[in-house]
């Protein structure tokens, strides 16, 4: 599976000759990404300055994210929209032992007292405080003190190496090469004024472009070619939907400090375009001191945050908002800072954080915040109009941060990236030089970050083109800025974009040589998608003012995927995640709105060009009316419809994790909980999240590290006395039964299921915690028609007689398949510790049951082969729900009245005591391509 980085990352891989140095078995791991610009190196760093070194660990898994992510991520996937927990993507990634007892006792054999090393609660790294001749010996550096025109002063090393036996242990040390280091002066520390702010600014870059012209007129939709407004955008993408789950969904716009929104802007702009949202907020979370400062005012300051706000509100009123404010006045902050506010493991102790790019917390300067570790879950859609040269950063660096947003993605977040205003060049036009380094005489193309990465959904901008209306074609956006795009130079070509870019190779080649991009056609290509980005009406700083930039069309693709998850949400699914392997399957072949004309010019080109199907331009432009009805309603979370469509899946009760405990008292969900006790559903039936696996037949071959389903715990007490409606109490049951539903709704559903021939799958665990008693029947799956017969059942314990015989039967301990008429088809004995998986198929035209059985990761095999079941009704009157259930019958109490002793329904003798089932692997499937036997394995015999 092709993951991060196409070329052998430097952090990993490097030279493997041994560099001469102090310890000759040392190795160059990495070394400085560019040569910083305007920088002078002016003395050595003093051997006794203290520096914070953390030692990022390799993490385990890495090479599998990718697939992991295609499969919650891709409609084809059986396991679409069943998002992993943190709990699970944490454990999936933490380092091995090995790798942590391999750097450790380097270090300690370095000379480093083991009380002085710390290992991160997500064991992804080591640290410890050592001076700087310490570190100098240890990893074969020499650092130096960098002087900026300004009087500023850096620190940094050109390279550093390791021993060969941890290079694999580890991904990158910091501080070492990755420039924009402090120089540590413990007893000078001073507050930085607002107007030294200026950390961050020479790699971030972000914030819409202005042409300075002032509306003059009322906009109209007659003017969207010189003036885009909310109207216009709702008639560019047919967007015409009210939010009604908005207590369930999330939407965060990203900010970084000092750029900040003014209220009176936005009800500025409220007033005019949107009345009812005067004097409407974003819900502030502040990220490491995060402020939505109004000490410094304007279109610099302002107009990112403004901008982002006035739209995404508008779009999707009346939703709230989360406003992911990041970085005090002091230190500033970049991407891992919110990262880490989303994710406390990837905090700077815990996770991600460079010294070089993020503002750094706890932050010991007058005025500086503690660190935002974990202080939110990931909101479903996070939009960030920000970005930085792919030059810029070590490829390290970008291949720790990709992975955060892919284990984002896998956590169902979408994560949109605007893909820069400068075409194919960098930051401020400036391009890349021979030795791919930033250069003002470069002229190779300079792509961006982090929307090279596979796992963020990276938007370009497109225009209504000057002369024209919401109903023509639009054009890649050509006015005041060129939409960014690209190749990456770091990140292979994702699977999910394979066919779409090498597309575009073959059929549109450009007419650039590998001197000016990364022409080999294995690498990422970017953008995805895009939307419109010139001439928005924006108020910022009491004015109003035309906006043009990619920072316009991610907050409002950003809107329309937060759209689609609330219908969504309020149909009971999940936010639809990680948009990308969707958007390029064949599923949304129909949904293209193909852009023809611009370009995005630079480094003296007139950069790529604007062609049918996905270019790097604008990527792939949708008719966005098609892409919400398929996010929305095709790409089913539960896999009813999507496993249908791929899988031939009638129906799935493979409860996937975003379904709790509660649900099922609402009968929301696969499972209808009617049939039971007195007592709420979540007094018998449990949902065990991962506290327990569910069977592997059918996650196995997938992920084996993480399961698919939950377990369902089914149990029966002395409550559980079930009262039908208009009939007397079933004294002589103790029962709890789940019956095969779609939110509740069954009846329609046993109409599709039972038809033809169909396939019903379950597998069953004993819980030793709540072992059955043997001498009673147990009804634990079947469909029973109206008249309360069973077309097929499943039995466990000794068969209800009167009057009783020798208790218990000899095959009690044994899973007995019975038909229509209580004929035995196969039996096996019910063991513990492990998983028995049966599935059933009916042939509904002809009357006839199979038996297939396995247990475990074992594949299905036919136990018996296709017999008559003549006693079963044909046609409606055969037909029933399909129960998973926990029917316990009596034994026939002597002091009964003979009648009383064969009405087992309402008398007998029960104990009472708790006993309990586990099921998984349960779902109900078409037979016309055969019968599914385990993971991705079908087959007839």
């Given at each position: 599976m092709r993951l991060l980085i196409l070329l052998s990352l430097v952090a990993l891989v490097a030279v493997a000759t041994a560099m001469p140095s102090r310890r000759s078995n040392l190795v160059l791991h990495e070394k400085r990404a560019m040569e910083p610009v305007d920088w002078v190196q002016s003395r050595k760093l003093e051997p006794d300055a203290v520096l914070p070194m953390r030692f990022g660990l390799t993490q385990n898994n890495l090479h599998r994210i990718e697939e992991m992510l295609l499969s919650v991520s891709h409609p084809s996937s059986p396991s679409y929209g069943k998002h992993f927990s943190p709990a699970d993507v944490v454990d999936i990634f933490a380092p091995s032992d090995e790798t942590i007892a391999a750097v450790t006792n380097w270090l300690v054999e370095s000379g480093i007292a083991k009380e002085r090393l710390r290992l991160s609660a997500s064991k992804g790294w080591i640290e410890v405080n050592a001076t700087t001749a310490e570190v100098e010996d240890l990893i074969d550096a020499e650092y130096h003190v960098y002087t900026h025109p300004s009087g500023a002063q850096q620190i940094s090393c050109h390279s550093y190496s390791v021993p060969e036996h941890v290079r694999d242990h580890i991904d990158l040390i910091q501080p070492t090469v990755h420039f924009l280091h402090r120089v540590p002066q413990p007893n000078q520390i001073q507050k930085r004024s607002l107007g030294d702010f200026g950390k961050l600014e020479a790699a971030i870059h972000g914030g819409p472009k202005t042409n300075g012209k002032k509306v003059t007129i009322t906009p109209s939709l007659e003017h969207c070619d010189e003036m885009i407004t909310l109207d216009c955008l709702r008639a560019l993408y047919s967007?015409?939907?009210?939010?009604?789950?908005?207590?369930?969904?999330?939407?965060?716009?990203?900010?970084?400090?000092?750029?900040?929104?003014?209220?009176?802007?936005?009800?500025?702009?409220?007033?005019?375009?949107?009345?009812?949202?005067?004097?409407?907020?974003?819900?502030?979370?502040?990220?490491?001191?995060?402020?939505?400062?109004?000490?410094?005012?304007?279109?610099?300051?302002?107009?990112?945050?403004?901008?982002?706000?006035?739209?995404?509100?508008?779009?999707?009123?009346?939703?709230?908002?989360?406003?992911?404010?990041?970085?005090?006045?002091?230190?500033?902050?970049?991407?891992?800072?919110?990262?880490?506010?989303?994710?406390?493991?990837?905090?700077?102790?815990?996770?991600?954080?460079?010294?070089?790019?993020?503002?750094?917390y706890p932050d010991p300067l007058p005025g500086g915040f503690d660190e935002s570790c974990g202080i939110i879950a990931p909101p479903f859609v996070v939009s960030a109009s920000y970005g930085q040269d792919e030059g810029s950063v070590t490829e390290a660096y970008a291949a720790r941060q990709c992975a955060?947003?892919?284990?984002?993605?896998?956590?169902?977040t979408t994560v949109l990236y605007s893909s820069g205003d400068d075409g194919v060049a960098g930051n401020g036009g400036v391009c890349l030089g021979p030795d791919g380094t930033p250069s003002r005489r470069g002229t190779r193309f300079s792509p961006d970050f982090p929307v090279t990465c596979p796992f963020v959904t990276a938007v370009g901008a497109t225009q209504v083109n000057p002369g024209s209306t919401v109903n023509d074609p639009e054009g890649a956006c050509e006015q005041v800025i060129f939409s960014g795009g690209g190749f990456s130079n770091f990140f292979a070509l994702p699977d999910y974009q394979a066919t779409a870019v090498t597309s575009f190779l073959t059929n549109h080649p450009p007419p650039f040589t590998s001197a000016q991009f990364n022409n080999s056609g294995t690498v990422r290509g970017f953008p995805d998608i895009s939307a419109n980005g010139a001439n928005y009406v924006v108020a910022v700083a009491g004015e109003f003012v035309l906006v043009?930039?990619?920072?316009?069309?991610?907050?409002?693709?950003?809107?329309?995927?937060?759209?689609?998850?609330?219908?969504?949400?309020a149909a009971g699914k999940g936010p639809v995640g990680f948009i990308n392997p969707a958007l390029y399957s064949d599923a949304f072949a129909d949904s293209f709105h193909d852009i023809t004309t611009g370009g995005n010019q630079g480094c003296g080109t007139p950069g790529f060009t604007a062609t049918e199907g996905w270019d790097p331009v604008t990527g792939l432009v949708f008719s966005w009316s098609n892409v919400m009805l398929h996010l929305a309603g095709l790409l089913h979370l539960a896999g009813i419809l999507v496993s249908c469509l791929a899988s031939s899946v009638i129906w799935d009760g493979r409860v996937p994790f975003n379904v709790t405990d509660a649900d099922l008292n609402t009968s929301t969900g696969p499972y209808l909980t009617v049939v039971k006790g007195s007592e709420n559903a979540t007094h018998y039936c449990h949902l065990l999240g991962h506290s327990k696996s569910p069977t592997p037949l059918w996650n196995e071959g997938l992920i084996p590290l993480v399961p698919q389903e939950q377990v369902i715990s089914v149990t029966i007490d002395n409550s559980s006395i079930f009262i039908p409606g208009g009939g007397p109490p079933q004294f002589g049951f103790r029962r709890t039964d789940l019956i095969a539903a779609v939110n509740g709704e069954h009846t329609e559903l046993i109409s599709r299921m039972e038809q033809n021939t169909t396939v019903f799958h379950f597998s069953i665990q004993k819980d030793d915690l709540r072992p059955l008693n043997y001498?009673?029947?147990?009804?634990?799956?079947?469909?029973?028609?109206?008249?309360?017969?069973?077309?097929?059942?499943?039995?466990?314990?000794?068969a209800f007689t009167d009057p009783t015989g020798p208790l218990p039967a000899t095959n009690a301990h044994s899973f007995k398949v019975l038909d229509h008429a209580l004929n035995m088809l196969f039996s096996t004995p019910f063991t513990s510790n492990a998983w028995h998986n049966f599935a059933v198929e009916v042939d509904w035209n002809n009357r006839t049951l199979a038996v297939w059985y396995s247990q475990n990761a074992e594949l299905l095999r036919l136990v018996k082969e296709m017999t008559p079941n003549p006693t079963s009704a044909a046609g409606p009157n055969g037909q029933g729900d399909f129960h998973i259930a926990l029917l316990k019958l009596p034994i026939v109490d002597p002091a009964d009245s003979p009648a009383d002793q064969g009405d087992v329904v309402h008398h007998g003798i029960q104990e009472g005591t708790t006993e309990g089932l586990f099921y998984s692997g349960v779902f109900v499937e078409s037979a016309l391509k055969g019968i599914s036997r385990g993971f991705q394995v079908r087959g007839h015999a």
């Open positions: 967007i015409d939907y009210t939010p009604q789950a908005t207590d369930k969904n999330t939407f965060g716009i990203l900010e970084l400090t000092p750029q900040a929104f003014l209220q009176s802007d936005l009800d500025m702009f409220f007033a005019n375009f949107s009345p009812s949202q005067v004097g409407t907020s974003p819900i502030l979370v502040s990220i490491d001191g995060g402020v939505a400062q109004t000490e410094q005012q304007g279109f610099n300051f302002n107009g990112e945050s403004d901008l982002d706000l006035e739209y995404a509100f508008g779009l999707t009123n009346p939703q709230p908002i989360l406003l992911l404010q990041a970085g005090d006045l002091v230190e500033g902050a970049s991407f891992n800072n919110w990262l880490d506010a989303v994710d406390g493991s990837y905090c700077t102790f815990e996770g991600g954080d460079d010294p070089t790019q993020d503002g750094i955060e947003y892919g284990k984002l993605g896998m956590l169902g043009f930039g990619t920072s316009c069309s991610a907050p409002v693709v950003g809107s329309m995927i937060t759209l689609i998850n609330d219908a969504r949400l001498s009673h029947e147990y009804q634990i799956v079947f469909i029973e028609p109206n008249d309360g017969s069973h077309v097929f059942g499943i039995q466990l314990g000794s």
